[in-house]
């Protein structure tokens, strides 16, 4: 395929028909995880948010069964009792011992996050994850509230609102029109294409 083909093709994709009938999926096998890892993830927001935060740095199916091993290893999900856990403590948890393996490569970033996302999630939404994304919300403005999560950016909150549409059943408005979650790789290939072109004093993408 030529240079040409490709600025063609992408000039000319669509947007997918909107959901009109967003639909809860019966589980979650096709993600390679679990049935009980996606039976949590499907009927358990907190869970479901807490699992896009341990998205960083590692394989997406050991970040999405996190959450379940976690609660094994605690005894529950409480955000209460998160949010007043010490981070050491925590970072204890997920790093595991000789006979649990860690829950992720930085045990402390995630326990500081995890417990800055309980706080938030008692202050602003009621302890529950899901008044994030009411049915009927604006997807731009659920996909801002995820923004405001630490360990939770651009491309994430975005994989998340398609998420919450194509799997959760959750109705937003206009998700088909989320922005495109901008990296490196994306800008690379939009500025080989010439679909957009570099602002003065930007930093270069290296080829």
Same mark, same amino acid.
């Given at each position: 395929?030529?240079?040409? %083909? *490709?600025?063609?093709?992408?000039? =000319?994709?669509?947007?997918?028909?909107?959901?009109?009938?967003?639909?809860?999926?019966?589980?979650?096998? +096709? &993600?390679?995880?679990?049935?009980?890892?996606?039976?949590?993830?499907?009927?358990?927001? #907190?869970?479901?948010? @807490?699992?896009?935060?341990? #998205? /960083?740095?590692?394989? /997406?199916?050991?970040?999405? %069964?996190?959450? @379940?091993?976690?609660?094994?290893?605690?005894?529950?999900?409480? *955000?209460?009792?998160?949010?007043?856990?010490?981070?050491?403590?925590?970072?204890?948890?997920?790093?595991?011992?000789?006979?649990?393996?860690?829950?992720?490569?930085? !045990?402390?970033?995630?326990?500081?996050?995890?417990?800055?996302?309980?706080?938030?999630?008692?202050?602003?939404?009621?302890?529950?994850?899901? #008044?994030? &994304?009411? #049915?009927?919300?604006? =997807?731009? %403005?659920?996909? +801002?509230?995820?923004?405001?999560?630490?360990?939770?950016?651009?491309?994430?909150?975005?994989?998340?609102?398609?998420?919450?549409?194509? /799997?959760?059943? $959750?109705?937003?408005?206009? &998700?088909?029109?989320?922005?495109? =979650?901008?990296?490196?790789?994306?800008?690379?290939? @939009?500025?080989?294409?010439?679909?957009?072109?570099?602002? !003065?004093?930007? /930093?270069? $993408?290296?080829?």
């Amino acid at each position: 395929m030529t240079m040409n %083909e *490709v600025v063609r093709d992408m000039l =000319a994709y669509k947007q997918p028909p909107p959901i009109d009938r967003p639909m809860l999926a019966k589980n979650l096998d +096709s &993600w390679g995880i679990a049935r009980e890892v996606g039976d949590l993830l499907l009927y358990n927001p #907190n869970a479901l948010l @807490f699992s896009t935060i341990f #998205n /960083y740095l590692i394989r /997406y199916e050991k970040a999405l %069964e996190a959450p @379940f091993k976690l609660a094994l290893r605690l005894g529950h999900l409480d *955000v209460r009792r998160l949010a007043k856990m010490r981070q050491k403590d925590l970072t204890k948890h997920i790093r595991g011992d000789q006979t649990v393996h860690s829950l992720h490569r930085f !045990p402390t970033v995630i326990a500081g996050r995890l417990i800055a996302a309980s706080k938030l999630l008692l202050r602003k939404y009621g302890g529950n994850a899901a #008044n994030i &994304w009411p #049915n009927g919300e604006s =997807a731009t %403005e659920v996909v +801002s509230r995820l923004d405001e999560f630490k360990g939770i950016g651009q491309k994430l909150s975005r994989l998340m609102g398609r998420v919450l549409v194509a /799997y959760l059943g $959750v109705t937003l408005v206009n &998700w088909q029109e989320l922005d495109i =979650a901008v990296d490196r790789h994306v800008a690379r290939v @939009f500025l080989r294409t010439g679909l957009v072109i570099r602002s !003065p004093g930007t /930093y270069p $993408v290296s080829d």
